[in-house]
């Protein structure tokens, strides 16, 4: 058996990033920027007023001081005059600073008569005014690669960017092996459950940037998992569900096999997930998953959700580890690197008494996965342990 992160090195080595494409603005959050975009403009593009008031010369914003209101700059409206000593000109939030003006009195500050202002005794002294290129400036760069962020959306939309160079999504098959699945929203019979690996990570690949496909159930036979996985030689990444021990109906690997599957590796020092493996399957990257649904959506966190990531573009890093105290005892771990489900309370991490790979109820209340390493000693409430956030 080989480590998790012999088993991540692996995986990084049989999938690679994939080719950019352009999409609009309006279609690219949570994409992948692959290239660095940059300004087309300066923002403001003119010295703006931050408020609405009266636009007067640097002399003129004295307590008590009284101008003649001149004419009116509005959001999209300049106005082109220049402002000489006694003026003002009426100015709202967003519009051209005119010429001569250097502050912007608001108009809380002033009393107005008719085309005359009286300025405050306790006027507030800020200029009010955003200096052109206060927010960015023509050139200004946005680094890549990100996830691209409803801000970032903002941003390049000021900017004047109006599509985006991202990364191609991996096309993802999902392929659930089994005799007693049905899908959800069918009748299952007597010996038959729903099938819930394919959706939870479904979900967990959509999440990721993946184009996750769901494909039909196959059977625990050679000709039914042949016939599916050829349906999935399109796809980047082939992902199958089950089938993946040593019982007499667990044929994947010997179905992929007999169609040219180069196998990378088979089983991993974990707990859960240990019937892993993968290889390269024509054009694809293959993954065969455990049945167990704890076990396939662990390894969907641990494995999957890097894979895509370093097929975005994203690097090739293992999933993000937190850090926390532990809010009880822990037993010594075994051999392998055991990923429990736990919740994390205001005292610390607290694992779940059943650690049973089948119990897709206590994975979906636990909000983290407490990390022991293989063969950690027994380890005291209070000490600090990794966990990674579900
Ligand atoms: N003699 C041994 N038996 C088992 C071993 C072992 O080392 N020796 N390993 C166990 C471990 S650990 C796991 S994990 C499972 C993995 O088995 P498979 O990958 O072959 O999965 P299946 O046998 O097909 O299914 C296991 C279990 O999960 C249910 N399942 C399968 N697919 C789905 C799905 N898409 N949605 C919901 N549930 C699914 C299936 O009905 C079974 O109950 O093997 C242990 N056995
Ligand atoms: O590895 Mo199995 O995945 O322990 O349940």
Known sequence: ???????????????????????????????????????????????????????????????????????????GRAWSGTVSAGQAVRIFTGAPVPEGAARVVIQEDVTRNADRITIAADYSDSTNIRPLGADFRIGDQIDSPRVISPSDVALMAAMNIARVPVARRP?????????????PGEAPGPDQIVASNSYGLHALLTAAGAEARLMPIAR????????????????????????????????????????????????????????????????????????????????????????????LGLGSAPAPRLRAPLAQDVEANGPREHYMRARLTPEGLVPDARQDSALLSVLAGSGALLVRAPNAPAAKAGEIADYLPL
């Open 171 to 183: 096309r993802v098959a999902l392929i659930p092996t089994g005799d007693e699945l049905v899908q």
């Open 1 to 75: 058996m080989i480590t998790v992160n012999e088993a991540l090195a692996h995986l990084f080595a049989l999938t690679s990033p994939l080719s950019v494409e352009e999409v609009k603005l309006s279609e690219s959050s949570f994409r992948t920027l692959s290239r660095p975009v940059k300004a087309l403009r300066d923002q403001p593009p003119f010295s703006a007023s931050a408020m609405d008031g009266y636009a007067v010369r640097e002399d003129d914003a004295r307590p008590g001081a009284t101008l003649t209101v001149v004419g009116e700059a509005a959001a």
């Open 220 to 311: 625990d036979r050679i000709d039914s998992l042949q016939t599916i996985l050829s349906l999935a030689s399109d796809a980047d990444l082939i992902l199958t569900i089950g089938g993946a021990s040593v019982g007499d109906h667990d044929l994947v690997a010997q179905a992929a096999a007999d169609l040219g599957m180069e196998r990378a590796f088979y089983k991993v020092a974990m707990r859960p997930g240990k019937p892993l493996m993968a290889g390269r399957l024509g054009d694809a990257a293959m993954i065969g998953l455990p049945g167990n649904p704890v076990s396939a959506m662990v390894c969907g966190h641990i494995f999957v959700v890097p894979v895509i990531r370093h097929m």
